[in-house]
């Protein structure tokens, strides 16, 4: 007697390792994915999506689910589809190159995991229809993703159960800046590491190869090189210039070391990701939305005259709660502890406000965007090393598309810097009004009243501002 329940349908699923998701093998393939679901699908025709993004986390229609598998790729290791109502044990040809058994995906993997799917953001936004949107992301943009959600799946070595080779990089780099290791010293452990580890192990043996799978993470910066008097930066239409065009001193000490080095980390893609991801989407919204008015009461930013006047001014932009307002925070600091050496890096940090406070000052949500080098502040030439940060905040004050994860819909984003955080010298920097001599004060500007006394600055009539009847 033949039995129905006894019969197992044998697929090739060597196209799952395909890397040509363009290929008409892996369309088939698709295809035949799809064709096996539908018969699981739910009465709104949803199903978990095995796509390198989702990885069977997130429901989608049938539909959305066929274009994610094209546009992301399929899980390498979903070679029995228990997620999709498939008995446990399918049989697989003996010719598929898959392998049993599936590379680990402890808690920290997921959790990296999650974390390259929000920095990812959502480029396609895909519905019922069959139609590709054409906001597709750029082919060198999509590569480097897929690279390293490769390098998420790779084991650090065959048959590792804790480690794979991109959680492994990035809790190195961690434990490398908690405890302030050497370069030198980093590369050493380094090159231990890979002899010590079993043979074909993905630890990289050289401080480059970890910087750069990082820098396609997010987690880069760029060099800026600085004239030797802080007259101007070598960027853009300077780039390539090899002497100042202000002062005429070469741009390098020697051999193409220059004489000071910017270090600027963009704000426009950490903006985005705040959006992407569905840890903070929500609370970017909660000045809005979930902010408690009270008259009288100064819980947040948004209670204060500052932002209500300034969304009066720009009501378009105020119209958007989307719109980040931040705040703007510079001083100096002597980075090598000893107070012996005379040395004062300026770090420019960006605060955005659209979170509630508890959130708002939480270091993990700082922007750093420049990093100034001394050895002395730069004074009256702070405008100089503001230049890539205050192009890019025009950019962003016009707009820049992003997706928003809590209504899942791209919207325009937009961002500007409403107020500064300083001390009174650096005020003086950021503002570029002095805050010596006689006109010292940023409020009553020309008509500051003064007084040299014994060749001191004395500043007088301060009881102007009282009130006739006070006591004073």
């Known amino acids: 007697m033949f039995n129905l329940n006894q019969c197992v349908i ?26 096996f679901v539908r018969g699981s699908l739910d009465v709104q025709g949803l199903t978990k999506c095995p796509c390198n993004r989702c990885m069977n986390r997130e429901v989608h229609h049938i539909d959305s689910v066929r274009y994610h598998l094209l546009i992301y790729g399929f899980l390498k290791d979903y070679i029995h589809w228990t997620e999709h109502s498939e008995q446990s ?17 402890n808690e920290q993997d997921e959790e990296m995991a999650e974390a390259l799917r929000d920095a990812a953001e959502h480029a396609y936004d895909i519905g019922s229809s069959s139609d590709l949107l054409s906001d597709v992301r750029p082919p060198a943009e999509q590569a480097r993703y897929d690279k390293l959600f490769e390098e998420l799946h790779n084991p650090l070595y065959d048959d590792c159960m804790k480690f794979s080779a991109l959680t492994f990089i990035v809790k190195l780099m961690n434990v490398k800046v908690l405890y302030k290791w050497s370069d030198r010293s ?27 799978l990082l820098c396609d993470v997010g987690l880069g910066y760029e060099h800026i090189d600085v004239c030797k008097h802080d007259c101007t930066l070598f960027y853009n239409e300077h780039k390539d210039d090899d002497v100042c065009l ?13 004489h000071k080095r910017l270090r600027y980390l963009p704000i426009t893609p950490r903006l985005k990701r705040l959006y992407s991801s569905k840890h903070t989407t929500r609370a970017m919204r909660w000045h809005k939305e979930q902010r408690l008015e009270e008259d009288g009461k100064l819980r947040h930013p948004a209670d204060g005259e500052a932002w209500k006047k300034f969304d009066s001014l720009y009501p ?20 090598f502890c000893h107070m012996s050496t005379s040395y004062s890096m300026w770090p420019v940090i960006l605060i955005p406000y659209n979170l509630p406070p508890w959130l708002t000052m939480h270091r993990s949500n700082y922007l750093l965007s420049l990093l100034i080098p001394g050895p002395k502040s730069p004074g009256k030439d702070f405008d100089v090393f503001l230049r890539p940060l205050i192009e ?25 810097v409403i107020w500064t955080v300083s001390d009174f010298p650096a005020f003086a920097y950021l503002s570029g009004w002095s805050t010596q001599g006689k006109l010292a004060c940023p409020i009553c500007l020309e008509d500051t009243r003064y007084k040299s006394i014994r060749n001191k600055i004395s500043y007088i009539g301060h009881r102007s501002f009282l009130e006739r009847s006070h006591s004073w």
């Open 10 to 35: 044998v697929m090739d699923r060597s196209w799952i390792s395909n890397p040509d998701r363009l290929s008409a093998e892996y369309d088939k393939g698709v295809g035949e994915f799809v064709t």
């Open 89 to 105: 044990n399918p049989q697989v040809p003996l010719g598929s190159p898959i392998q049993d058994t599936p590379p680990c995906m």
């Open 186 to 212: 980093f590369v050493a452990l380094l090159k231990l590491l890979h002899e010590a580890l079993p043979v074909g192990n993905r630890c990289p043996r050289t401080y480059y190869e970890t910087r750069k």
């Open 246 to 258: 202000i002062c005429g001193v070469s741009r390098y000490v020697r051999k193409k070391i220059p």
């Open 316 to 335: 378009e932009f105020a119209g958007d709660p989307r719109s980040v307002r931040m705040g703007l925070a510079s001083d100096g600091f002597n980075p």
């Open 392 to 416: 890019e905040l025009k950019v962003l004050w016009d707009g820049v598309q992003s997706f928003d994860s809590y209504q899942q819909a791209s919207f325009t984003l937009r961002a500007s």
